[in-house]
């Protein structure tokens, strides 16, 4: 491919589990981006929520949380040995545990949060100052960067994401049903979609990926392809 002559921003926007971080991931390491995950950062907010116990019955006490939140510090770290980026909570390390069901199943009740939002957009505006970054979410072309030199809006129809997401599960030796997945997939896109703030919308200047019947190199080429014609 031709090597872009700025360090382009790229979002990346889309449904829950429909590959977002995959191709992502894939595209920084080819053309030597960075990588920001920013769906981690709402995941790590939500694990903190739980371990302080201010989550229970579908409920979050936003008191607590707005001053506990000073308390949050996320970074994220490369793992060469592992081959895998991995998120940090205050320097702990807990890249599997913001992975788990149970904190799936509580994110969006943080991720509407309006303060806690406002939080993890002005982080992702700084990680990126310098530009040459890739990052993934729900709001990265609408809200976080909607000047984004290329933004892409990825879908995948609900029944193979939860396909692909039951066996990503069962590897890691979760052991859930596919109904309970399906459940958990289209609850988030629900919700996503429906939020008060920074609702999941296909931005206006935004292309649409549907990859149900795409291999990831298969997206990682349709993606290349269109970065190629960026200011031609
Ligand atoms: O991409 P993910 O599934 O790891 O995201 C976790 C949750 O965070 C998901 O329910 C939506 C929310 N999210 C968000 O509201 N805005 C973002 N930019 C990224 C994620």
Redesign the pocket.
């Known amino acids: 491919m031709n090597t872009p002559d700025k360090k382009l921003i790229i979002a990346i ?1 889309g449904h ?2 429909c590959g ?2 995959t191709v992502a991931k894939d595209l920084a390491k080819k053309i030597g981006y960075t990588y920001i ?7 790590v907010v939500t694990l903190f929520a739980m371990r302080h116990n201010l989550i229970s019955d579908d409920r979050v006490d936003e008191n607590k949380l707005a001053h506990l939140i000073e308390k949050v510090s996320i970074s994220f770290q490369y793992n060469n040995e592992k081959q895998r980026h991995e998120t940090f909570l205050n320097k702990e390390l807990v890249e599997d545990e913001i992975r788990r069901l149970d904190v ?1 199943n509580n ?2 009740l943080i ?2 949060i309006k303060f806690v ?1 406002e939080k ?1 957009v002005a982080f ?1 505006r700084e990680l990126s100052k310098e530009g040459g970054v890739i990052m ?5 072309g609408t809200v ?1 960067f909607p000047n984004a030199d290329l933004k892409i809006f990825m879908t995948a129809d609900v029944e193979i994401r939860a396909i692909r997401r039951y066996k990503e599960l069962k590897e890691k030796g979760e052991t859930i049903s596919l109904d309970e997945i399906r459940e958990n997939v289209s609850k ?1 896109d629900f ?2 979609e429906n939020r008060k703030e ?1 609702p ?1 919308r296909k931005a206006e200047d935004a292309i649409t990926l549907n990859n149900s019947h795409l291999t990831p190199s298969e997206q990682l080429d349709w993606i290349v392809e269109r970065m190629n014609k960026i200011g031609k």
């Open positions: 926007d829950s589990s977002k971080s995950d920013s769906g981690a950062m709402y995941r799936s994110v969006s991720a509407k939002r993890m992702q993934d979410g729900r709001d990265i976080v988030r919700i996503d920074s999941l």
